[in-house]
């Protein structure tokens, strides 16, 4: 069974950083295609950023580049996501999901088939 479990949000300043955790199981993670997803309070589902996790390849949208990062630990089966200069329009519910198709742009990943449970990001003062 495939689970992916999200952890590390929080309410954080304007400017501040946080740190998102994304622990897989129930499939090879070192061949697989990554998603983070993230939705605002009232707004639909917002594409973050993608990676596959047998090459480096990295996607972002215009919206976080330069203050986030996606990056993995094969040997934990964890997908990251690193935000830094954190702004309160970055307030949502983040996802991390498996993508079906390996199939990755600037646009995200083709076929998002499995979803954790979100983790809360605040931006706030």
């Known amino acids: 069974e495939v689970q992916l479990v999200e952890s590390g949000g929080g309410l954080v300043q304007p400017g501040g950083s946080l740190m998102l955790s994304c622990a897989a199981s129930g499939f090879t993670f070192s061949t697989a295609a990554m998603s983070w997803v993230r939705q605002a309070p009232g707004k639909g589902l917002e594409w973050v950023s993608s990676r596959y996790t047998y090459i480096p390849n990295t996607y972002y949208t215009d919206s976080v580049k330069g203050r986030f990062t996606i990056s993995i630990d094969d040997a934990k089966n964890t997908l990251y996501l690193q935000m830094t200069s954190l702004k309160p329009e970055d307030t949502a519910v983040y996802y991390c999901?498996?993508?079906?198709?390996?199939?990755?742009?600037?646009?995200?990943?083709?076929?998002?088939?499995?979803w954790g449970q979100g983790t809360q990001v605040t931006v706030s003062s």
């Open positions: 999901a498996k993508a079906k198709y390996h199939y990755c742009t600037g646009r995200g990943c083709s076929g998002l088939e499995y």
